[in-house]
């Protein structure tokens, strides 16, 4: 167990440097990047201060090392426009980021384990056929649209719920729904395929012959190995909704991460979407190791391993 | 007249099939009493262990299982409902199956599993139920039954599986066991130490033990009594003695000529076998299941269906129309050496 | 020995001797399932849309005329409603219909050409550490773990905002960034197909490697790959939509339905159907993108329904 954990860290580091490779030669895709910074048009001197200050000057493996050892220590060098330390500006935001991503995972799971667990009870019943009707018509609808279509009807036409901004739980409503709703799909087919295959396993009939109760053996013997995927699964799209919050967060303008990385986007501030970039990769590696652990805990025959 | 355990009269099952309806057992009788080992035996798909899972109602949920008669210890089990019935699965009756590989839930301890039936089942505390698991994990034969008893399926082995699983039907004290091919997944040494144990404990709790196989060699030595199965049916029933020394059904005798006999059995000679294909259960069928491949088949076999005839010894049943006749005959066919 | 070749023992059947052809199965099991069937329908319909939107379109889809701006379609009633505009039209005044028919176009080109450059990268990929697997497979994974590390709209958002934002700058983005998927499927097709038999069986034959993948392997994972490429067309519209609703996706006056919502998007309260239609018509297409795929998959492969 040891030995597997240190394994996947060290997995876990390798794609971290790998992706930071890759975030830090996004600078030069574009060319100059103190051009890029002074905007069109600047004088030749100011340019030239900038790509002092910023070090451009520099051969590229010895500004890679440095921002890389930087990041290391959590410094991320300075914001192109906002003046002042990335990793500060990260940190203040992430939070609200993560608990929106929170809200729509567990939106998500809510909705799609009871519906794929009734879904596999009763296969090719009403009910059945309602959840694969949800998962098909979720995965077909555009976030972005969906979000706007929940801003007009529970925001406008019936005021149930405030449109933007991050003060209350309130706000977290309508953009935990938009975010969540497309893994729902996903989640929902992986517990009704498990809860099916557990159902028709020999260890299922050996509870049933124990004169367990139905409810015994669905949620004490079914459910428990049926979740053991869908755990797994739940984890790696966390990390895909807090990169994808990016959408969600400009439309309802919440003050997170996405909201950020939109930001600085439109301001081409390289350090700031570098580092974000960067951030999220190792949240990301960081949750499909967690789900690993948790497989681990849940399933004891992976545990010896 | 001992205490009868359990009666099945006239059991049938039927599964839907993309061809039709498949008839997997066509009226099967027999019955149990305190202390009995009844063994079952027939070849794969005959329908045995579907007649197992159908007395504890644990048919897969398309089946259709219809009886004349369906009694345990004295209680009509057709007409209780899906609650009562689940208050005597585990308790009353217990099952032990084919595949200790599977049979057991590899997210929970042993202990766990154990004590899970008597919990479900009487008013005792966790105390006493880990007591009892403990006992009869020791008396199934696995040492260190207190340190085996906090493990998880996967660090035990198929043989020690197979007892996990004989304690577990033994937790609730049943009046009735149904093994099923507990020992077909096992190595050949650990078979015959699997069964010693069940004929052992069902001795010691007397039990009625209903054990379902195809080893022959097994029924000889355990069986109080043996019911023969073929394509659904019942071909032959009696005492083990009966059956052993004066097979009525050429079923019957064809598999008692496959049992090599140490010492009768030349090294190097051909076993018996018996040629041919199992028919298709699926839609109606006429005459003797058994005569496309029997040896002394004649066309009125085929032309009616045969019923169960009494045969010499006092309920030794047999479901052949020249039975009597059979010791004399010589084969209509003559059978296929095998190679 | 003759017996065991028939379905079961006994006198076969008229239908067993003439038993159906696997095509005429395969005929009968698509006509049988409805979701293939619509969502083929609906995506011929689309795809119809597209190829004849110059003949469909009833107006030029650039066309402004403020004078006629935001009519709305004709389900609105009201004195602007007119049968020249059947959907109405935006805010600069051009008709919606044609816009939509002509932002088909868009959608299915980004869709079926990010599907192609991406299915090339991940069934390389899948192939090539599903077959040989070992250390090119660790590698494999490794890069597949590194993309599905790199969040695929920021990223996507980044370079289009650094490369500078064009069709085929979009195209190409989109392609190089969701070939994981492809790629997972494949490997683990792959390593199924690698421990059969006829695979040793030609590798005893002395075939060359490549012969293997091309002859051996490649016809054996090709359903799986058909539906991988449905899933991640849509996905490529949805990702496209998505990037153009943000404005770095395709540039204005083209019309894209994502670009379409992304323009309205002030007018909505206003004027919700500027967003609703060309909402719908992306998950019309998504929809019907996916039943196809969900469909071939149950046609091809009935046992991993789920």
Redesign the interface.
Known sequence: MLAFTVKRLGVALLVALTVSLITFSMIYVSGDPAIAIAGEGARASDIEAIRKFYGFDRPIIVQYVDWLAGALRGDFGRSFTLRQPVADIIFARLPVTILLGAAAIGFALVLAIPLGVLAAVRPNSMLDRFALTVAVVGQAMPTFWFALTLILWLGVTWRLLPITGSDTWQHFVMPAIALGYFVTPAVMRLTRAGVLEVLASDYIRTARAKGLRPPTVLFKHALRNAIIPVVSLAAVQFGFMLGGSIVIETIFQINGLGYLAWESIQRKDLPTMQAIVLVLAVIYVLLTLLADLLNAFLDPRLRAA | MSERILTVDNLRVDLPVPAGTLHAVQGVSFHVDRGETVCIVGESGCGKTLTALAV?D?LPARARRTAQRLELAGRDMLSIGE?AM??????RA??I?Q?PM???????TIGN?LE??LL??SRVSRRQARARAVYLLERVGITAAASRFKQ?P??LSGGLRQRV?IA?ALMCGPSLILADEPTTALDVTIQAQILHLLAELQREFATGLVLITHDLGVVARIATRVVVMYAGEVVETGTAAAIFSRPAHPYTRGLIACIPVPGRTRRGAALGTIP?????L?GKSIGCHFA?RCDYAIDACRSADVTLEAARDAGHLVRCIRHAELPALAPTRVAEAAP | MTQAALPRAGIPTAADILAPSPGVLLRRRILRHWGLLIGGTILAVIVLMALLAPLIAPHDPYDQDLARKLIPPIWHGGAKVTWAHPLGTDQLGRDYLSRLVYGARISLLIGVSAMLISGVIGTVLGVIAGYFGGRVDMLVSFIVTTRLSMPVVLVALAVVSIVGSSLTVVIWVLGLLIWDRFAVVMRSATQQIRAREFITAAQALGCSTPRILLTEVAPNVLNHLIVVATLEMAHAILLEAALSFLGLGVQPPTPSWGLMVSEAKGLMFFDPWLITIPGIALFALVLAINMLGDGLRDVTAPENRG
Request: glycine fraction near 6%; avoid cysteine.
């Open positions: 504890m644990l609650r689940a208050d005597i699965r585990g308790a217990a099952m199956f595949e599977t049979s057991l839930n590899p997210a929970y599993q899970e039936a479900r089942h998880y996967h660090q699983m577990m041919g294909m199992v028919p298709s699926v496309s």
